[in-house]
């Protein structure tokens, strides 16, 4: 059985096709170190912020999507419409909602419409002038309870939000969602009904951070554009929304979109000592706590999506390792790692400064059999007992104990002219030349290169030819052409394989 570890000694981005700029030189062959194994806890904490809770006694989650206006169906001219949005009867155990109605929000309520299923998620009516809306909860553990109150106004200018859409936008940042740091842009289209013209103008923009548990909305301030760049501020469990106003003049009425999932910090992790029975976890950023429930281990199986038990969780060190206990079931190979928090989540980094890329969640692969040569090596290359998994870094270069088995190299005493280095590159051809180092003597380990177009997704690399340039007797120094297909960019990594013994 094979079991690859994180590759993370050498990237190199590649593939441009343009005349190089200055910017574009770093596409052109030069090599770039990728990130290797950090120290857990250096990059400080995360945030100490109290994670929302929904309060007894009532549910929050209803709110506006629009209030405009539409034409009739069969006659002349146009009514006002409100659409209410909200979460299923079904989400809280219900049967049915009701949808009332108040003319001050204070008292005074009457039933308008009721759900027809427990899975319908909206109303759109004419809500005469307006007023104020709440639902009353039938059925459940919750029956009796009503929601939040929202307010709308009928607008009387014939026009009509007729699309709208929100979206990250990587671009403005270089961060996705859901980082801190990460942009959303939201846009909104108005028709005039009156000719069924676009209107362009006359709408102005707002973000809001919603508090779920209550479903009030603050204004931010200073976020009154069509992006907005999260902060801090928004981590925690609170959703953002964006409304688009009418100016009363040319455009009636207001939408409202908001963004998909909450907003947290991100903590780089990284595992070890990945066995069958559990595995160390170690966080660049140390947290407050963490628990059992606080993760989740899950693969997917014939029936789905399906979760490893957690059976404990140990502070190690400053509460930045933890020893985590699960028991891998047969047949497993893989696992994906997240946890719950609506603060921080661990994920993976790709890539240092301008060009990172961090994604949410850690992948894990398991031991399938015993153990190999690769424990034996470990031990007279004298490495700490505490950083000799495969997966583990060591020395001046941070290179990871795998990768340095499979070059044939003491990670504790490596040097930089013993990694991969680019020795010619057409980019518009598609072909390069990397020289490489690799073991002759580890034949449960091999070395391969490997293309990405993202820093995502990885496929083997197409080995033209190679050339030994030079025997070391225990090791070779390689020649390898490799060609790709050009494009915009493109990286470059050699990954490690470990061959285990049955």
């Not at 539409?70 to 409100?82: C, D, K, M, Q, V």
């Not at 280095?421 to 073991?439: D, E, K, P």
């Amino acid at each position: 059985m094979k079991r690859t570890a994180h590759p993370r000694e050498r990237r190199i981005a590649l593939l441009s096709t343009r005349l190089p700029s200055i910017a574009a030189l770093c596409w052109c062959g030069l090599l770039t170190t990728a990130p290797g194994q950090f120290a857990p806890g250096e990059g400080g904490s995360v945030p100490e912020i109290a994670e929302l809770s929904e309060p007894p006694g009532m549910i929050t989650s209803l709110w506006v999507k629009q209030i405009d206006r539409e034409p009739y169906h069969f006659i002349s001219g146009t009514e006002a419409i409100l659409d209410l949005g909200f979460s299923t009867p079904s989400s809280y155990g219900a049967s049915s909602f009701d949808l009332q109605q108040s003319a001050d929000g204070t008292g005074g309520w009457t039933a308008l419409y009721s759900t027809v299923s427990a899975e319908q998620d909206n109303f759109s009516f004419n809500p005469g002038s307006g007023g104020h809306f709440r639902l009353l909860v039938h059925g459940g553990p919750r029956d009796g309870q009503v929601s939040n109150v929202v307010q709308a106004q009928s607008s009387l200018l014939d026009t009509q939000f007729s699309g709208w859409g929100i979206g990250t936008d990587f671009g403005a940042t270089g961060i996705m969602a859901p980082w801190v740091g990460h942009a959303q842009t939201a846009y909104f289209n108005v028709r005039d009904l009156s000719d069924g013209s676009d209107i362009y103008d006359g709408v102005s923009f707002q973000w809001y951070r919603v508090d779920p548990t209550t479903g009030d909305a603050t204004a931010i301030s200073g976020a009154a554009d069509a992006t907005y760049v999260t902060t801090l501020d928004d981590v925690g469990g609170y959703e953002l929304i964006c409304r688009g106003t009418g100016n009363g003049v040319t455009v009636g009425g207001f939408a409202q979109v908001k963004a998909f999932g909450p907003v947290v910090a991100f903590n780089r992790a990284e595992v070890s000592d990945v066995d069958r029975g559990g595995f160390t976890l170690s966080l660049h950023k140390s947290v407050p706590s963490l628990a059992p429930g606080d993760l989740k281990l899950s693969y997917w199986g014939d029936s789905g999506e399906l979760e490893i038990p957690i059976s404990s969780v140990t502070a190690v060190s400053d509460n930045a390792v933890f020893q985590v206990v699960a028991e891998v079931p047969d047949g497993v190979t893989g696992a994906n790692l997240g946890n719950l928090s609506s603060v921080w989540r661990l994920g993976m980094q790709f890539g240092e400064g301008e060009w990172a890329h961090q994604m949410e969640g850690l992948w894990i692969e398991f031991p399938t059999g015993g153990t190999s040569d690769f424990t034996s090596w470990t031990s007279a290359m004298g490495l700490p007992v505490d950083r000799c998994g495969a997966n583990d870094c060591n020395g001046p270069l941070w290179i990871s104990n795998l990768v340095a088995y499979a070059m044939g190299i003491d990670p504790m005493t490596a040097t930089s002219g013993q990694l991969p280095q680019v020795s010619g590159l057409n980019a518009v051809a598609g072909s390069m030349h990397v020289i490489y180092r690799r073991a002759k003597n580890h034949p449960d380990a091999t070395l391969a290169p490997r293309i990405s177009p993202d820093l995502v997704d990885w496929s083997p690399a197409d080995v033209i030819s190679e050339t030994i340039l030079e025997d070391g007797g225990d090791w070779e120094v390689v020649d390898a052409t490799i060609s790709f297909t050009p494009g915009p960019v493109g990286f470059l990594d050699f990954a490690a394989v470990l061959q285990e013994s049955p």
